[in-house]
T-cell receptor, first 115, second 114 residues
Framework: AQSVTQLDSQVPVFEEAPVELRCNYS??????LFWYVQYPNQGLQLLLK??????LVESINGFEAEFNKSQTSFHLRKPSVHISDTAEYFC?????????????FGPGTRLSVLP | DTEVTQTPKHLVMGMTNKKSLKCEQH?????MYWYKQKAKKPPELMFV???????INESVPSRFSPECPNSSLLNLHLHALQPEDSALYLC?????????????FGEGSRLTVL
């Protein structure tokens, strides 16, 4: 079975500072990796995903994540955060075989951007 | 704007009530999901429908009964719930039962069981 660890439950950071949200996974099979964001009182939205190819993936709003197979990590970074980035961020994995429907979510990291 | 619509947004019910949560998508997706999310926790998978057939039931108590009347609609029938069932119930859809597919979530139905 897969599992996802997000070591930081809360990350406070000042506006315009850089941020890294950590994600590690364990799985006995190949997985695809995702970051989802949940703003207050909303559902989850896909931020970015790694399926194959370049290990560095980027989102349209300045976030990026790098897949590191040897360290089984998929950390999320942004060089300069905005107040509007305040949200809960979930790392998720799915198997690459037929049971890939079962997304496994990490416990989440609450990013609080301070003025 | 979300393309997965959930109703109602809020629901308060007693332990003897029968109610339903509804979810609709018009993206032509063939996989639909119910998740349960408690406060400050990640979503937990409850059910997956693939091509309108139940493909995954994560050992959910029978007081939760899913239904997929057609490829666009997903219901969750609720009966004899317990206070600990209070949570945000999220519906999601994806193009198909593929791991590469993005999950599209609705905004959720916040359920309170008294």
């Amino acid at each position: 079975a897969q599992s996802v660890t997000q070591l930081d439950s809360q990350v406070p950071v000042f506006e315009e500072a850089p941020v890294e949200l950590r994600c590690n996974y364990s799985s006995s099979v190949s997985v695809y990796l995702f970051w989802y964001v949940q703003y207050p009182n909303q559902g989850l939205q896909l931020l970015l995903k790694y399926l194959s190819g370049s290990t560095l993936v980027e989102s349209i709003n300045g976030f990026e994540a790098e897949f590191n197979k040897s360290q089984t990590s998929f950390h999320l970074r942004k060089p300069s955060v905005h107040i509007s980035d305040t949200a809960e961020y979930f790392c998720a994995v799915t198997r690459t075989d037929n049971y890939g429907q079962n997304f496994v979510f990490g416990p989440g990291t609450r990013l609080s951007v301070l003025p | 704007d979300t393309e997965v619509t959930q109703t109602p947004k809020h629901l308060v019910m007693g332990m003897t009530n029968k109610k339903s949560l509804k979810c609709e998508q018009h993206m032509g997706h063939r996989a639909m999901y119910w998740y349960k999310q408690k406060a400050k926790k990640p979503p937990e998978l409850m059910f997956v429908y693939s091509y309108e057939k139940l493909s995954i039931n994560e050992s959910v108590p029978s007081r939760f009964s899913p239904e997929c009347p057609n490829s666009s609609l997903l219901n969750l029938h609720l009966h004899a719930l317990q206070p600990e069932d209070s949570a945000l119930y999220l519906c999601a859809s994806s193009q198909g039962p593929s791991a590469t597919g993005e999950l599209f979530f609705g905004e959720g139905s916040r359920l309170t069981v008294l």
